[in-house]
């Protein structure tokens, strides 16, 4: 069964948080706006670039009319919240929140940019098991590296209501799509094998059912995927929105895509021949993504690749 999904004459992705930042590099076009953080002539504060990821999203229809939401809010309590700030981003009409997974470095800014907000319980779409508990990185059988906690407690404080959803859940009047849980449906993307989290006092491998992305559908191009980091694989990530929106044109795939460290060239290579197969218009990895990883899609793909950074504004048109 399909989910229905407006198709929109235009959407643009702010990218509030990123992991990458280079206020020289002079490359604005038409779709790739890069941030100059100057007001009435003179440079202000430095966009801020740090591990993590915030967006804001905007999609426009025929009638004119816009519809706007924060996917992520990135790392620190106030990176992503200071370069909206920098911006001079007005988010009073945003109507709406949603999450990609429960780790810290998507979560941590949200209560300072709910509060740019500025509305009581502003929904907050996410999965059920973004709150797992005590989720941490394997170092060694030794040493354990905790992560902060997604709980409702700071939803609460924060102003803002969780909708909890494993099911794909339109957004913004059917303008945008919360994907849902992701398939694992590829033999080659297997996740973090040191990530885990704590269930009944046990240290339990965390398949991370609670990851996702937002879908949009623009008209007479097809699909726009944005994940926060894939950790149920980008690959499987497109096919679930292909399958769920019913379109098989795909014009942009953005996001973090989780191949970055040690022991990935596997995974790398069958990302980047699967994504080539796919044939978006544009590749925009982010985040987590990795320099090996970046620079295998720009080989294999170097006009579909744009680089992203922390304040570019991407503007996909009909």
């Known amino acids: 069964m399909t989910t229905k999904i407006a198709a929109v004459d235009r959407v643009e992705i702010l990218t509030l948080q990123d992991n990458y930042i280079d ?28 591990h993590g990821f915030s967006s804001f999203l905007q999609t426009t229809t025929t009638d004119g009319v816009d519809r706007q939401l924060l996917f992520d809010f990135g790392y620190s309590p106030d990176g992503a919240a200071s370069n909206a700030d920098a ?23 949200l209560a300072a940019l709910a509060k740019r907000v500025g509305k009581k319980d502003l929904p907050l779409a996410l999965h059920p098991e973004a709150f797992r508990p005590g989720r941490h ?14 709980t409702g407690e700071a939803l609460s404080s924060a ?3 969780p909708v909890e959803s494993a099911a794909p859940y339109p957004l913004c009047g059917g303008t945008m799509l919360f994907l849902g849980q992701v398939p694992r449906t590829t033999a080659y993307e297997k996740g973090a094998p040191n990530l885990f989290f704590q269930q009944d006092g046990q240290a339990r491998q965390d398949t991370f059912e609670d990851d996702t992305a937002m879908v949009f559908h623009l008209k007479n191009k097809g699909l726009i995927v944005l994940s926060g980091c894939a950790h149920a694989g980008i690959i499987n990530t ?7 929106t019913g379109v098989e044109k795909v014009h942009a795939v953005m996001g973090g895509f989780h191949l970055s460290g040690p022991g990935k060239e ?6 980047v021949s699967a994504m080539a197969d796919i044939a978006p218009d544009y590749v925009i990895p982010t985040h987590c993504t990795g320099r090996n ?26």
Do not use: Q, W, Y
């Open 159 to 161: 102003g803002v209501a």
């Open 293 to 318: 990883a970046v620079l295998a899609f720009e080989k294999a793909m170097p006009e579909k690749v744009i680089i992203n950074m922390a304040g570019t504004r991407l503007v996909f048109g009909a």
């Open 238 to 244: 497109v096919i679930h929105a292909r399958a769920v």
């Open 266 to 271: 596997g995974l790398i290579r069958e990302t």
């Open 137 to 150: 990185m394997k170092v060694s059988e030794a040493v354990n590296i905790f992560f902060p906690d997604l």
């Open 23 to 50: 206020l020289t590099s002079g490359d604005s076009t038409p779709v790739v706006r890069r941030a100059i953080p100057a007001r009435g002539g003179r440079i202000g504060r430095s966009i801020l670039a740090e």
């Open 87 to 109: 911006l001079g981003l007005d988010l009073s009409r945003v109507e709406a929140l949603a999450l990609s997974h429960g780790h810290f470095d998507h979560f941590g800014g």
